[in-house]
């Protein structure tokens, strides 16, 4: 389904696939500038530019760099969308930027089903093919695979930090955060830009729905000043009313849904009750099925995302469209978990082009060397083990907010946010 994004896909850390699958591989072959105010749904398909956004082509030969990628493509939420977005970027730098170091880049990849054991299998299967390092994918059973990496000695770069194992493996090396960096900087823009004193957060009542709401949210607005309360929902509820209507009880500045499955459902009960305040969200609050659910119960709603939007006019999102229309499908969904995929390619593209040795040392040492590095589509990264509390291996927490604006996603500040300093790791 299109449209699934961050927290949404944490929803699958508490779902259990039906069974295990097995793990065939599929070998295939940034920027500061500020993001334009107005864009469209990030789902949804936008024009792409001329071709000449892909620049001068510059074939790379010899010798494959075989990268390994698990992905989350089985089960009650899979993320395909990130795998194909990688090998469309692979297939660009092949073209364009001659690989690495004048070397063609190959991925080997292995579909996973969001469960740490298949995720491990997966690990042994793509370490047989003795790959380079890992290029770190959208899988929420990550944390099966860094038994096997660690023992192989293997450098992982980028992918999407669905777990604290991610987000705190000495070999990882993640240039966004996820479920923390997002929320903290929505929180931070409602209180400082938007004097949000006093907020009501209603949270999916499960074991990622706690730690997001109570863990990171809440303690994230007494961070930062204002008074809040939590309100739990739970999964299977069918009448929402009441958890609106005690979400409005305090008579709030804002109210924020942390509701991945039921963003629509709870959009429209605080509408049912009378609520006209301020709303904040998540990220798949914000996609094209959920805002065409909600309707104008979505209206206003302002919401964190670590990227350019694909159509904010940029040269990377320029490039981006064009390396898709010239390599990928018509199928794949242009949401925040592409765009995951394809800056991952390019920011190891950018980092590892000049180091002649590519062992996991000198990969690790080009990334963690305390500087400001560009990041594609998004905010520059620092891999310096500070940017983000208990989260050692995320190297940036900044976010651009953006606001559902007549049932579609606009950029409202082109100023990148952080709220890393109102997030500590719960004891």
Known sequence: MTGRKWTGALLALSLAAAAATGCGS?????????????????????AAPAADALGTPKKASGDPIVLG????????????EYRQAAEVAVKYINDYKGGIGGRPVELASCATDGQPATSGRCANQIADKKPTAILGGA??????????????????????????VESNAPNAIQFYSVSV???????????????????????????????????????????????????????????LSSAAAAAISTSPDAVYVNTPGAC????????????????????????????KAAGDAAEGLYFAQPFQSVDSGTDDANLMLAAIKKYGSDDIALDSIAQAGFSSVMNVQAELD?????????????FKDGQAHKSFLAHDYTCDGKQLAGNTAVCNTYQLIKQVKSGKVTTVDENWVTGADLYKPQS
């Open 26 to 46: 599929d070998d295939s072959s940034s920027s500061d500038s500020a993001a334009a105010k107005t864009t469209s749904g990030a789902a949804t398909q936008a």
């Open 69 to 80: 990628l698990l992905n989350l493509e089985s089960g009650p939420v899979t993320f395909p």
């Open 139 to 164: 899988d929420t059973g990550a944390p099966g695979a860094f038994p096997v990496y660690k023992r192989k000695d293997l450098a992982y770069m980028g992918g999407i930090p669905f777990t604290p």
């Open 181 to 239: 960096g997002d929320n903290a900087a929505t929180v931070q823009y409602a209180t400082k830009e938007l004097g949000v004193k006093k907020a009501a957060v209603l949270y999916t009542d499960d074991t990622q729905g706690k730690a997001t709401g109570l863990g990171v949210i809440v303690p994230a607005f007494k961070a930062a000043g204002a008074e809040v309360k939590g309100i739990a929902v739970p999964p299977s509820a069918a009448d």
């Open 264 to 291: 629509p459902a709870v959009l429209k009960a605080l509408k049912a009750v009378g609520y006209s305040g301020k709303i904040m969200g998540i990220d798949p609050c914000t996609s094209p099925p959920a805002l």
């Open 354 to 366: 000049d180091v002649s040795d590519l062992s996991t040392k000198n990969i690790l040492a080009a």
